[in-house]
């Protein structure tokens, strides 16, 4: 069933739009599985806030340190989102809620764990750019 959603007088197919955000999540996953911190960075916007179990983090310079520490910390981690909802789709910004889970070397020990995740997802010039992620635990 398609949806379609009225901004500004322009017709947006929804189905369209949580297309190309569902792939721009899969690509920011992908990025953050590569473990290199170039490929994640152009997925953040330059306002984005970060917050994560051990703190929030503003602008890219505060987001970038927290996830080359957790690079650092988590070796060869294997990051996953599963149950990825959109309540909020527009043609210029969304809201999507998920769980992720991650498996990955800690302490020279095999870990893994689990949380929730809550981003806002905002079209830019360049294409759809992070706003703000929230993970817990």
Partial sequence: MN???????????????????????EA???????????????????????????????????IRAAIEKTFA?????????????????TAEVATCRYRFVWTGIVGGELRSGQGRGTNIIVRREMGWMMLHEHLSV
């Fill in 3 to 25: 949806y379609y959603i009225c901004i500004f007088g322009v017709m947006e197919n929804r189905t369209l739009l949580e297309s190309e955000l569902v792939s721009f999540m």
């Fill in 28 to 62: 920011y996953e992908r990025a953050s599985n590569s473990h290199d911190i170039s490929k994640v960075m152009p997925f953040i916007a330059e306002d984005a806030t970060y917050w994560f179990s051990d703190g929030s983090y503003r602008g890219p310079t505060e």
């Fill in 73 to 89: 910390k988590i070796v060869d981690e294997v990051y996953k989102v599963q149950d990825l909802e959109w309540p909020v789709v």
